[in-house]
């Protein structure tokens, strides 16, 4: 589990089919080893083998090729990175597993005062998990939803999370992995199930 806290920058090293190389601090890769989990712009992955001084690798099934904007990476570009969390570790963002719904498109993004709104567009089944002041997971990075309406949502990233994270390099059109609240995905089918016992 993670908590969408980004701990870590990284870079997209190599690309070869479904297997894709990324360069990291060496503080990060020294905590991790064969058979690690780390998240990878919000997509929880499985270190293939043990990772060297500055890289590390990974498979990537065609679901989650499919499923999340890693058909759009390219070599050189930045990546969030955050390690799983320790079970002794302060919970500071929100339940974040690594799965990933679907894809969403930065319609826009606007600097106000000292910090940045971004609005991102969503595929319609997405919408009914996304509330005002919920939530979200863009690219692994835990935000708390300003405004949803219709197939839209605006987030505000301040300047902490802007320089330290691969916000910074997107652009009107890139897209990114969401992931909704997971306890909205539960309501929802609990509420479903008890509709169906009545």
Not at 4 to 29: D, Q, R, T, W
Request: glycine residues 8%; hydrophobic residues 40%; charged residues 20%.
């Amino acid at each position: 589990m993670f908590t969408g806290i980004i701990s870590h920058l990284g870079e997209v090293e190599s690309i070869n089919g479904a297997k894709f190389a990324f360069s990291a601090p060496v503080s990060l890769i020294k905590s991790l080893k064969m058979g690690s989990s780390v998240a990878v712009n919000g997509v929880c992955l499985t270190l293939k083998n043990s990772p060297s001084a500055r890289n590390f690798n990974v498979d990537l099934m065609p679901e989650t090729l499919k499923r999340t904007s890693f058909s759009n990476l390219k070599r050189g570009d930045l990546v969030n990175l955050e390690l799983a969390m320790a079970a002794n570790a302060r919970f500071e963002g929100h339940i974040v597993q690594g799965h990933i719904d679907g894809v969403a498109k930065l319609g826009s993004v606007k600097k106000q005062g000292n910090s940045y709104l971004m609005i991102f567009i969503v595929p319609e089944p997405l919408t009914r998990y996304i509330a005002e002041k919920g939530s979200i997971a863009v690219n692994g990075i835990s935000l708390t939803v300003i405004s949803a309406k219709s197939n839209q949502f605006t987030v505000g990233i301040i300047p902490y999370t802007w320089g330290h994270t691969m916000l910074q390099q997107l652009k009107a059109g890139d897209k990114v992995n969401i992931e909704v609240d997971i306890l909205a995905k539960y309501l929802e089918k609990l509420t479903n199930n008890v509709k169906k016992t009545h």
